[in-house]
């Protein structure tokens, strides 16, 4: 749990200015759900750079 502040800073951190803001909600939803429900309770911290990566390479791809 003590990483869970690191997630909502980094769904923040990317948040849209443009065109596709729902887009990116419904995606940051998804994943803020994912965290609590606990999905990554017992992900190393490779494996949540790897999620954090996806969603940041997902939020980029809206903008072009």
Not at 28 to 55: K, P
Request: glycine share 6%; charged share 15%.
């Amino acid at each position: 749990l003590s990483r869970i502040p690191i997630f909502v800073h980094f769904l923040f951190k990317f948040a849209p200015m443009g065109q596709y803001p729902g887009d990116y909600w419904t995606l940051a939803t998804s994943l803020g759900d994912s965290i609590i429900s606990g999905e990554y309770d017992n992900a190393s911290d490779e494996e949540l750079m790897t999620v954090l990566q996806t969603f940041q390479d997902t939020c980029i791809s809206y903008a072009k």
